[in-house]
């Protein structure tokens, strides 16, 4: 039998989200008030309250005038104050230079190219000291440890809207479960203690804990609801206290499981019409008594004809619907009701706001911008996408149902291949490999539609719910741009990523030692797995290699909100 290398198989417990924690930093975490008020009898004995403390959080401090989170960075943790004063700037679009964020490190030019001169002969190499080494296992790009400092401490607290954050404040949680963005920029005022807790934690909180899970719904409704709201042209132009009026009396209701991907593998796998078996929202012919807003997830629009049903568009985080119909209804016209129905694709959550609000707040306004410029219908800043939506050519509307179908309208960066100029050289293929030891991240074969195929590779999607059931965290978003990363030191090989991924695009491989033996688990004596896939050449100078090598321009990474069936992206044919 060849050489091999046995290491211990990684568990859980092997990749805490802070390994400095101590049994003394435990018992302090027991006397938090948020924390004691905890009923430990209700979480199951292999999740119990003080495994997720040891495994899920961290303790971290902050000096002045250092930023803990940004405005639009993708997160993956919230934060509960345990000491200190924080800052949360409420005016929108604090200046990059301010709070500017530490990107990923890019290999130098000298290293990019002896890996091109000297690419690996055996795949998957692994250097197996990292693996003990609590240090490397943090030196993940979706975890923020890099201290950021505003550059105008003083000037920032005088010049923006901020609001105070104490003892006992929790913040980011919303980002963290629904995977995404933050919505406003938290720095430090003062030396401060918090405590991080990364989204799986939280989640096990959420879930074993009623109190946590009201204070999370509670939280959004005081506060992120208002800022969300603030972003809507709908209601921009309101005063912070009607938004607040508004955001008290809003519903928050869930659509669809937040789990979605076995769910949809099944009904694809089922050869079963999707529409048929998505949780309906709105029906076609309902009369309308609320404004819809998406605040996470997607849902689909569609209408009926006879025994046939139309898909004519998606909704997105941040769409909304209904303010059409509640229009004409407030003018007096009668029997108004919606032309469309609305269903979850996997799951969604809705926003669902009163309709007497924008009958005090909304319609007033709108009808008198309406007669000042002499127009028959409501002047509306909506998403482009939703304009026209009667109107479709077939080939769009043949696109958009394929799209939605697959479920591609939630990659970002999808590789989309034209078939027509691909001449199957594989330089994209082999550019890939050499990049990332021996083994490309992607297989260059997928579904298509006419002349394009979405080849199986990470689309980095919007919603990324392989992250879901990651034990261990190993699986996230860079902070700085929301790519789908894997850090590879805390990968335990659970599968749990590759088996959630509704497009099949994360691989397990078998992984050698930096001699080329096999590395096997000391106990059952099977080969440790790591789970890979394309994370955009994140380390690359110059971005994704597979893109670079195409010569014919026969290959794109695309977000499908913006592809048309002539091959067209922003515009631009390609």
Known sequence: MDTVTKIPQLTRADAPFGPDMTDYDLWKLFSVPEIAAIDKSKFPANQSLEDILRNDTRIRHFKPGEVIVREGDYGNSAFLVLNGKLRVVLSHGLPEYLSGQKKPAKKSLWQSLTQLMTPRKIPEVRDINRYSDPAVQQNNPGTDNHPVFLQDFSTVLNSNNTALLEEGTLFGELAALRRI???????????????????????ELRRYDKNWRNLIEKRYSESGLV??????????????????????????????KYDWADPYKNIRSGGKEGIKHEPVIIRQGDHPDDLLIVRAGFA????????????????????????EELFQAWEGEKNVSFKVSITALGYVDIIQIPATYLEKYIFPQKKIQQRLENKNTVPQKTDPQLANLFNQSTADQ?????????????????????????????????????????????????????????????????DPVCMIGCPTGAITRVIADGTVVINDDT?????????????????????????????????????????????????????????????????HRVDFHYVRPEGSVDGSII
């Open 398 to 462: 043949t696109l958009l149902e394929w799209a939605i179908e697959e479920r591609y309208i939630n990659g970002t960066q999808a590789m989309l291949i034209n078939l027509d100029r691909c001449v199957r050289c594989d330089d994209c293929v082999n550019a890939c490999s050499v990049a990332h030891d021996g083994n490309p991240r992607f297989i260059r074969h997928g579904k298509t539609f006419e002349n394009w195929m979405v080849a199986n590779s990470c689309m980095h999607c919007m």
């Open 491 to 555: 990968c335990i090989g659970c599968h749990m990523c590759a088996n959630s991924c509704p497009y099949s695009n994360i691989q397990m491989v078998e992984i050698n030692d930096i001699k080329g033996n096999p590395i096997l688990d000391f106990e059952s004596h099977k080969p440790i797995l790591k789970a890979t896939k394309c994370d955009l050449c994140i380390d690359q100078q110059g971005g994704p290699a597979c893109v670079r090598a195409c010569s014919h321009g026969a290959l």
């Open 181 to 203: 963005p933050r919505s406003a920029t938290v720095f430090s005022e003062s030396h401060a203690e918090l405590l991080e807790i990364r989204w799986q934690g939280l989640r």
């Open 300 to 323: 689909r629009v569609s209408t009926c004809h006879g025994e046939d049903d139309q898909t004519i568009t998606y909704l997105g985080v941040g769409h909304t619907y209904g303010a």
């Open 227 to 256: 800022k969300f709201l603030k972003k809507n042209p709908l209601f921009e132009h309101l005063q912070e206290e009607t938004l607040q009026e508004i955001a008290t009396n809003a519903v928050f209701k869930t659509y669809g």
